[in-house]
């Protein structure tokens, strides 16, 4: 399997469900060996061999950039052969030589990419080793551009990774759809599996305390409804639309409060818009957060709105679910294909999602019943069920080498 | 005599727009929208019309001619009535001349469709009242059989009824209620003395309204011999056959291409050509025989899905909010004499409009879900509670 991060070395949603992917396969009987492009210890992780592709600390594992940043990728992407890890492009180009390297005395029966920053690595496997690649797309540079142009470059890793891999999976119908009108993949090649929310998220003990956060709770008790969303600050998100939203709801009931837990490029322009808005006393700012602090934003609020202009799965919805907040969840976002319980909107709908959180806000029984629904279907889909539609996946394809 | 008594039911609600909070004091057309957006009535309605309506009277209106004894009874609701006379008055034109031939009955009801008679029993006789009128107007006839919404019916509703002077009422022929009986026979509900209560066969009513195009079915396809085989199976214990259903079954429910309409045609056909068959009306039936024992249904039981109840009406609480909140509303209503405002308060008791707050299936996505004109149960509510807002509003409006 190459991979780009995982827990707790990760920065988002990647590392978790490769995580999660890789254990559940591990207990279906698969052998994996797990390259990362950095050497750090994974205490937890003993279910399977991890393999670091260079001596780099993870926190250069995107180069000098933040992997979130497009601006950033499009200053910091020289030559290959360049010798300073500057760029992620000198990282992907040793992760290439270890999985090379690594492939002269080791023979999988097959390569699972992760994503456009592996893929060359899994292409060299299928060219130089004849191995079957399955490319598994957690996330296009369609979705991280905001459906907008996006870097050139990856578009074509992108492209070819998705052209010579044997087999897709995509996170949801919706990148299955992107991978299929932009990439002009035959919708036959790519196979839908949908993730599920990290076990040890579950697992873990965590309780809400009351007194941590007075005074949200005060103004909670004075009629308020907490509305929030979690993520990076990017054109991706949909944010801008997300607090103009909040202006036109403010305007009908002011006991409202938007709390935006995350930080990004986006940051100073979403501060600056709120106040241009008027709406700076409703909205609260939290910077990254992370743990039990993420935690305490999904019990404290009601609501919880993915506003992704284009969000390929969108964990943080299945997070907020099992902290049973009432979900709102544009119609881009994958999740929102297999949740029912919820309510929905087109990303540039201001109206509608400002229609939808009055709503809540205002009558306890929806509220009451969007929580108390969606805590019964978050589960809906198990890691367990992921592992299996993989493995059905790879027995296809070796068989098919092998004959 | 083996008697067939064909009911067919006919009904629109008049469906709310997407009606936004930001409308709220500043619009308030609730109903009318887009030809194309999803809640079009007009649209919905001329789609029916095509597919069903049209071809299904005109069947009728054909075994009419053809077969001096063919009958049937229709339920038609004030909103089916309103919606038809704006957009397809021929159908109106049609079902006045099938009454003319005098073998067509047609049932009492609320006018709205609605489920008053759980909230407001002043609310439901009005409606009743109004649909009366309107039927009498149209028409030129009085219902003498008395159907409720759903065909939801206990011991309560057939005492109205009696007093009300109606000669019988219709209900579900459930298992839970009739144990060893058949629902071939004429019944009288506990406590009464002069109705009568005609109950549906449900199993030889769905054999078409539901599982006939189902390949699924082990008896699928059905033919003409096999049904009448079954209903004279049937008849062995009771000789009077309720077959209520949608009006809808023929081309909605059940596509054309599915040979729907040649089997009924043939149908009527192959029964009418024994002589000991025959076909009644309602009213008909209730005097075919002296009631067989005296049947109590002292909890609601409806004709839907398999728990014959209430619930995908009025189970969870938005659905219950959003009536409560509607009922309560009424004596203001009423108060502001504004035919408009207590018309558009009226058009909102129809039952499918908590019908598609239903959460009970929405998860399987199954019937309920592809059946509403609304994206979720969610927004079905929210959309409601708006227009009741609106209404407020325009009752403070009243009071300046």
Redesign the interface.
Known sequence: MLGWELPPHNSGGLGIACLNMARALTKEGVDIDFVVPYTAAHTKTSFMKILPATSLDPIYRYGGGAYESLNVFEKNIPSADHKMHFSIRDVQKEYCDYVEKYLKTNSPDIVHAHDWLTYEAGMLAKKEFGLPLIAHVHATEFDRSGMRTGNPLIHEIEYEGLMLADRIIAVSESTKRIIHEKYKIPLSKIDVIYNSLDEEYEASKYSFDNNTYKYINFLKENGYTVVSTVGRFTIQKGLRYFLESAALAVQKNPKLIFILAGDGEERDGLISLAAELGIAKNVIFTGFIRGRRLRDIYSLSDIFVMSSISEPFGLTALEAAHHQDALILTKQSGVSEIIWSAFTYDFWDKKKLADEILAIASHPALKALLQENVKKEYHKISWEQVAKKCLKIYNKNVKHKRN | MRSICLYLHMHQPVRYREY???DVSNNSNYFECDFNDRQSNERIFKKVAEKSYRPTLHLLEKNLQKHPTFKVSLSITGTWLEQAEKWAPDLIEQIKYLVSLGRVEILGETYYHSLAFFYNIDEFSEQVDLHARKIKELFGTQPKVFRNTELAYNDSLAKWAEEKGYEGIVAEGWDKILGWRSPNYVYRPAGCKNIRLLLKNYRLSDDIAFRFSNRGWEEWPLTVPKYQNWINMDCLRGNLVNLFMDFETFGEHQWADTGIFNFFDEFINSWLSANENQFVTVSEACKLMAPADEISMPETVTWADTERDLSAWLS???Q??AMQELYAMRDEILNTDDEGLISDWRHLTTSDHPYSMC?KY??D?DVHAYFSAY??P??S??YF??VLRDLSYRVSEHKK
């Open positions: 936004s909070v930001f969870n609480s938005m219950n909010a959460t929405w998860n996505g994206a979720s969610y927004e509510f929210m509670m708006n």
